[in-house]
């Protein structure tokens, strides 16, 4: 009779990224040269069973020939960015009547995987161009919110709108969620007037800034996510970070850099000749969140009522949950 494996022990995960891991961890010798298989249960830690499941009972999630260790994981058909996971292996012999002498299974390893790499939202960089549309002419970024905000930032904060965290929002992936601050504008116009739309979910009275207050050769332009809510229309999210401050250094290892004057989504155009203004145009065909990385002075624009009505919150993007089932916006990040 086959002398049993021994349980693993010391399990390690390293080099995780938002689609893989390596796995790996100790056992005598002797089980090293036997083992045929390794059975690794991998499960998201808010569905974790605590019945582990037994192999011949209920297939694990993974069933791989043994390979020297640490053993790589990849695939994303069942690992999604930024969530935490739950795994324990065991250690198998294939007999010759084609059942499996197993180890106990090892204690159970959280870790989480990690945000979208560059390549990634390279990817979606390039799905998000063709839904772009054509550019259209603007003159302002602006910000709608309720009058109890703008109360606030005069009397509270010297007139300064001042970065917060961005939201989940979003791809869930995108490296800025949860991680970079900075103060949300707008910048689509109506096809038929040019001017920004006359309703908002986010409160009746808007904030306006001239465009080159925020969007000028001395600042960075980042793409940073496209997405939908189960709707038709899709958003792209841009982070507009003036050069060498701290949300230029985040987003310039994380983030594509668009080029100001071309580019499907925003765009800065210098004057051609004296006496000229820069022109600045955004994309037609999606809405675009445009992120700005430093605090924003009410001074430097103008407040005033919207004229149209202010719509109900659950139209806005707050904390709003991609649609995974989009095949406009969505990758698959483990090909």
Known sequence: MDAPLATPCNIQICEVTCDSFRIMWDMPPEDTARATHFFIDLSRKENRDPNRFKHRDVPTKLVAKAVPLPMAVRGHWFLSPRTEYCVAVQTAVRQSDGDYLVSEWSPVVEFCTGDYAMEHLQQLLDKASGPAGRLLRFSVFYRNQHPQYFDYVRRECGGLMRPALKDTSGSHGSPINGKLQGVFFSCNTEFD????????????????????????????????????????YHYVVLVLAPVGTEGDDFC????????????????????????????????????????????????????????????????????????PSCKVCNISVGR
């Open 193 to 232: 007037t040019g001017l920004p739309p006359k309703d908002s979910p986010y409160g009746p009275l808007r904030f306006h800034i001239p465009a080159g207050v925020l969007l000028n050769p001395n600042t960075c332009l980042y793409f940073a996510d496209f997405y939908c809510m189960y709707t038709a």
């Open 252 to 323: 310039r290892t994380r983030l594509p850099r668009l080029d100001l004057a071309s580019n499907p989504f925003l765009t800065y155009t210098a004057p051609q000749r004296q006496g000229e203004e820069p022109v600045y145009c955004h994309a037609s065909d999606v809405i675009l969140e445009v992120l700005f990385t430093e605090p924003v002075h009410v001074d430097q624009g103008s407040v005033e009522q919207i004229s149209g009505h202010h719509q109900l919150m659950s139209l806005t993007t707050a904390n709003a949950k991609k649609d």
